[in-house]
């Protein structure tokens, strides 16, 4: 099941492009303790998606006066593009290049709605940025590259299960692919909500760390949680795995709940799809939840299981799309167009 990206000796070319799939935590990052590097409080863990590409082209211009981007053909304007600009400029200060880049990016699933949108997008880029100024970095370099434009980019440089490691600093906060057993298990994203959420991650987990008193309690529970977790993996115990992935999050809207003003990003449609899984694991399903900083739930599943929890879904919620992932490959750069 370990996936490695793709190698990265590619010479300066002025252009670079790169194919990255979301990835969903099992075991969430919530909170930094260095909000400049993105070092995370806890170590996390992912499932890279097979589902849901971002695609990105990068091409330097030196006509330009500063950096453009566009998403889906529609020009980026405001904190996106800040965003944008300030990574690339992390590349160029590396490579000495001063010259502005055209960035031109594609994904299918709905951006800003919980649905890890920035973590494939920061680490498409960092491939195709890296790619298009000539730096040749390491896989877990661009992993450390990643995590600068979104904590959770550092995961999707890799495929498969994988665990960013906290670390202290910028060389020590890394993701790596961790290995497993064959495991039976699809992740179904459940998208009743397509809209932007109204609390960006960084704010909401900004605001947690600072006023939730359940945050410490969450911290330290998660490194606990992350140690369970990795056992039950290495176990192939999918009825465990699933159980410690919904508590873990569940644990972290709780940290959320207790901020001020509180933070709440579940609405009835949650509500009613954690019902309908709670009944359908009393029925003897293996299906088990987590969320992310929206109100979309995700479903592990087991394989065997899948089609009868999509039927139960499509009962529930009429024509709501749902999306079923296997594992996903890690960011790798590919031709351009
Ligand atoms: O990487 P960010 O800033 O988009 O934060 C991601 C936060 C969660 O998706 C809620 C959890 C995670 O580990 O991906």
Redesign the pocket.
């Given at each position: 099941m370990r996936v490695e990206p793709a190698s990265q000796g590619v010479p300066p070319s002025g252009t670079g492009a790169a194919i990255a799939h979301p990835?969903?935590?099992l075991?969430?990052?919530?909170g930094k303790v260095d909000g400049e590097l993105?070092i995370p409080a806890n170590s996390?863990l992912?499932l890279t998606l097979d589902v849901a590409p971002t695609r990105t082209e990068v091409t330097l211009d030196p006509q330009l006066d500063g950096d453009v981007a566009e998403l889906n053909g529609e020009q980026l304007q405001g904190t996106p593009m800040r965003r944008i600009a300030a990574f690339l400029d992390l590349i160029r200060r590396r490579t000495g290049s001063e010259v502005p880049a055209q960035v031109r990016t594609t994904n299918e699933i709905p951006t800003g709605a919980?649905l890890?949108s920035?973590?494939a997008g920061f680490a498409a880029l960092a491939v195709a940025g890296s790619v298009a100024y000539g730096l040749d970095l390491a896989p877990r370099d661009l992993s450390r590259l990643a995590r600068r434009g979104?904590?959770?980019?550092s995961?999707s440089i890799f495929g498969g299960l994988v665990k960013?490691n906290r670390g202290t600093d910028d060389g020590s906060s890394y993701a790596e692919p961790i290995d497993a057993p064959e495991l039976d298990l699809q992740l179904l994203v459940v998208l009743s909500h397509r809209e932007p959420k109204a609390i960006?991650?960084?704010d909401?987990?900004n605001r947690t760390a600072q006023t939730s008193p359940y945050y410490r309690a969450w911290v330290e529970s998660t490194e606990v949680q992350l140690g369970e977790l990795e056992a039950a993996i290495t176990a192939a115990d999918i009825g465990s795995i699933g159980e410690i992935v919904e508590s873990n999050a569940l644990r972290?809207h709780a940290s959320m709940l207790g901020a001020r003003p509180p933070i709440r990003y579940w609405t009835s449609t949650t509500l009613m799809v954690l019902d309908r899984i709670q009944q359908l694991r009393a029925e003897g399903l293996d299906v088990f939840a987590t969320m992310?900083?929206g109100p979309n739930v995700k479903l592990l599943v087991r394989g065997a299981h899948v089609p009868e929890v999509l039927r139960a879904l499509g009962e529930l919620l009429g024509g709501t799309e749902v999306l079923a992932s296997g594992f996903g490959p890690g960011a790798a750069s590919v031709d351009r167009a």
């Open positions: 990835n969903i935590a075991i969430k990052y919530w993105n996390s992912s919980g890890a920035s973590a979104s904590g959770s980019a995961r960013w960006s991650s960084r909401a987990m972290m992310d900083a």
